[in-house]
């Protein structure tokens, strides 16, 4: 069975940094990806990375906003930088079985698995 767990998230303010870890059991191999919900919105997609490490972003997030993954820990991660409060949403972790190693798609139609997801909110 396939669990994660998002961590990391919290109240900072505009200009600030965090970093989200989902911790993954179960499988090893995956796509693994990040997206959000912001409140009265549809979840939308943030950021996604292949088995091969190769990444893809929002147009919000380039720049801003980093994914990567400890493959030694079974842990992906999302890197925020310079946050503002448009940032703030419930950030959720997705995981999908489906493709290669360059699969890594930005639809969350594509995930099978998803965590429970973790608050961030930024102040101005």
């Known amino acids: 069975q396939v669990q994660l767990v998002e961590s990391g998230g919290g109240l900072v303010q505009a200009g600030d940094s965090l970093r989200l870890s989902c911790s993954v059991s179960g499988r090893s191999k995956y796509a693994a990806s990040w997206f959000r919900q912001r409140m009265w919105k549809e979840r939308e997609f943030v950021a996604a990375i292949g088995m091969s490490g190769r990444t893809t972003y929002s147009d919000s997030a380039k720049g801003r906003l980093t994914i990567s993954r400890d493959n030694a820990k079974n842990t992906v991660y999302l890197q925020m930088n310079y946050l503002n409060p448009e940032d703030t949403a419930v950030y959720y972790c997705?995981?999908?079985?489906?493709?290669?190693?360059?699969?890594?798609?930005?639809?969350?139609?594509?995930?099978?698995?998803w965590g429970p997801g973790t608050q961030v909110t930024v102040s101005s």
């Open positions: 997705g995981v999908g079985l489906g493709g290669d190693s360059n699969w890594y798609p930005s639809s969350s139609a594509s995930y099978d698995y």
